[in-house]
Structure formats: structure tokens, C-alpha cells
């Protein structure tokens, strides 16, 4: 298995998530949980912020609009493109250094510490996520943010399951192939949440992200206006009962300072 490179369907992946109601309430969702903090964080200064495996660069754009200091890493070439194009248009003149590689490669750069590193859908596909994460943390200064984005392995079960597909969930043969967009090595939120447990980093929020829309039918959600969707999404989205089986969860995870 290998860190899935999306230069082959670039434009698919923006256009299905981006260019859709499925983005915005992603967006909705990041913003209402990140922005407060990165406000706060060293009394409102400008922050240095990784984007690692940025894709199109869309949440990364607005923090970098607001003058934070933003390094973007991407394998994909076509992603790195789209970011370009992204960051001209949103944020033209942002202090940004476009960085095209793995995310493994940047421990081998002279990188200066960072305040917030972003990892927004990339754990799901990578060979080795949680020894990819653990790398990224050594480019996070103490007591810096981690705000990672991640597809729940629970909710693809729950789809199957709705979708009469037992033999998918009975085998557990989740993931998936080709040019889809299901990822390759969906993760189980127990176990994402262990792993920070395991640094020794405390939570400040975790959110599901596209809590009902996906099990609703497309003809169903079309009576609805797309407002009235994410104010239902936000207010569901730090309820267990529907966090659980989100389509992804936002965790926002601050780093030990040392000093203990």
C-alpha cells in the first residue's frame, strides 16, 4: 500500500467536495472551530501555520488572507497547481512558500517550528498514518495546535449497511480502489483518538463533519436550503450520538508545552 498521489483526478476531487454543498459544510465546520483559537493564539500575532497535504488549499487560503504565515505541502502536482491558482485569487500577496513533496519528506527541510499544523483528509490515505502523523508532531512547537480531519471508518459502515451491502461490513473490505473517492484506509475514531491520547495531548474540540447529509437522499435535501443544512450540521456536529457516524471528524488537539 501506498500515500494515495490524486494527480490523476485533481479536478474530480475538488468538484465533487469543493464545488458542492459537501464543502461547505466542511468549511463551516473548520471555521467554527478553528478561528476563535487562532484569534487568541500569541495574543492574535500572526501565526505559522503547515498546511501538509493541502489539496486545493481551501481553509489554508483564509487563514493566510488574515496574514499568517502559511507553508503548503503537497505529493500532487495538480493539487499544488489548484492551490497556486487559490491563493492568487483569495489571499493575493500572503506570505506563503509552496512546497511540493510527501509530507514524510519535511523533516528533512531546515523548517522553523510551526504554531498550527493543518492534516484536513489526508490521514485516510496513507500507508502509515499514525507513524505519518507522529513525524508531523516534531514540526510543531510545545504547546502548538494540531487540527486534524479525518474519514470516520464507522460511517462508511453505516452507508454500506443503509445501502443493504452486509457483505462489505461482514468482511470488512471498507476500502477503496481505483479512481474513488473512498479512501483507502478509512480509520476507526477509537483509535485516532488513541493515538493523541498517547502523546500526551489534550483535546479542545472534536466534531463530526457531514453528520446527516450523506444519509439523506439527494431528493430530500433539495427542499432544503443549503443554510438551513449547515446550521443543522453545526448544531449536531458535538453530539456524540451523531459525531459517532460523521462522514469525518475534526479534532483540535493542543501539544504538551514540556514543562511537565
Given at each position: 500500500?501506498?500515500?494515495?498521489?490524486?494527480?490523476?483526478?485533481?479536478?474530480?476531487?475538488?468538484?465533487?467536495?469543493?464545488?458542492?454543498?459537501?464543502?461547505?459544510?466542511?468549511?463551516?465546520?473548520?471555521?467554527?472551530?478553528?478561528?476563535?483559537?487562532?484569534?487568541?493564539?500569541?495574543?492574535?500575532?500572526?501565526?505559522?501555520?503547515?498546511?501538509?497535504?493541502?489539496?486545493?488549499?481551501?481553509?489554508?487560503?483564509?487563514?493566510?488572507?488574515?496574514?499568517?504565515?502559511?507553508?503548503?505541502?503537497?505529493?500532487?502536482?495538480?493539487?499544488?497547481?489548484?492551490?497556486?491558482?487559490?491563493?492568487?485569487?483569495?489571499a493575493p500577496g500572503a506570505d506563503v512558500e509552496f512546497i511540493h513533496g510527501s509530507i514524510q519528506s519535511l523533516g528533512e527541510r531546515a523548517l522553523a517550528p510551526f504554531?498550527?499544523?493543518?492534516?484536513?483528509?489526508?490521514?485516510?490515505?496513507?500507508?502509515?498514518?499514525?507513524?505519518?502523523?507522529?513525524?508531523?508532531?516534531?514540526?510543531?512547537?510545545?504547546?502548538?495546535?494540531?487540527?486534524?480531519?479525518?474519514?470516520?471508518?464507522?460511517?462508511?459502515?453505516?452507508?454500506?449497511?443503509?445501502?443493504?451491502?452486509?457483505?462489505?461490513?461482514?468482511?470488512?473490505?471498507?476500502?477503496?480502489?481505483?479512481?474513488?473517492?473512498?479512501?483507502?484506509?478509512?480509520?476507526?475514531?477509537?483509535?485516532v483518538y488513541g493515538w493523541f491520547d498517547a502523546w500526551g495531548f489534550e483535546i479542545l474540540c472534536r466534531s463530526g463533519v457531514r453528520c446527516f447529509h450523506d444519509y439523506v437522499t439527494a431528493k430530500r435535501r433539495d427542499e432544503f436550503s443549503r443554510e438551513d443544512i449547515i446550521a443543522a450540521?453545526?448544531?449536531?456536529?458535538?453530539?456524540?450520538?451523531?459525531?459517532?457516524?460523521?462522514?469525518?471528524?475534526?479534532?483540535?488537539?493542543?501539544?504538551?508545552?514540556?514543562?511537565?
Amino acid at each position: 500500500m501506498q500515500d494515495r498521489n490524486f494527480d490523476d483526478i485533481a479536478q474530480k476531487l475538488t468538484r465533487k467536495i469543493y464545488g458542492s454543498i459537501k464543502g461547505d459544510i466542511r468549511l463551516a465546520v473548520l471555521e467554527r472551530d478553528l478561528m476563535p483559537v487562532v484569534r487568541q493564539e500569541k495574543g492574535g500575532n500572526a501565526l505559522r501555520i503547515l498546511d501538509a497535504g493541502g489539496g486545493a488549499g481551501q481553509f489554508s487560503v483564509k487563514l493566510a488572507a488574515l496574514g499568517h504565515q502559511t507553508v503548503y505541502c503537497d505529493i500532487s502536482a495538480n493539487m499544488l497547481a489548484q492551490a497556486r491558482e487559490h491563493y492568487a485569487s483569495q489571499a493575493p500577496g500572503a506570505d506563503v512558500e509552496f512546497i511540493h513533496g510527501s509530507i514524510q519528506s519535511l523533516g528533512e527541510r531546515a523548517l522553523a517550528p510551526f504554531d498550527l499544523i493543518l492534516c484536513h483528509a489526508v490521514v485516510e490515505w496513507l500507508a502509515e498514518p499514525r507513524e505519518t502523523l507522529a513525524g508531523l508532531l516534531d514540526l510543531l512547537r510545545p504547546a502548538g495546535l494540531m487540527s486534524t480531519l479525518f474519514y470516520n471508518r464507522h460511517s462508511l459502515m453505516m452507508l454500506y449497511l443503509i445501502r443493504g451491502r452486509f457483505d462489505k461490513v461482514m468482511s470488512g473490505q471498507l476500502a477503496g480502489w481505483g479512481n474513488s473517492l473512498t479512501p483507502t484506509n478509512p480509520q476507526e475514531p477509537e483509535d485516532v483518538y488513541g493515538w493523541f491520547d498517547a502523546w500526551g495531548f489534550e483535546i479542545l474540540c472534536r466534531s463530526g463533519v457531514r453528520c446527516f447529509h450523506d444519509y439523506v437522499t439527494a431528493k430530500r435535501r433539495d427542499e432544503f436550503s443549503r443554510e438551513d443544512i449547515i446550521a443543522a450540521e453545526l448544531k449536531m456536529s458535538r453530539i456524540e450520538a451523531f459525531r459517532s457516524t460523521a462522514r469525518y471528524i475534526h479534532l483540535l488537539n493542543r501539544k504538551p508545552d514540556g514543562n511537565t
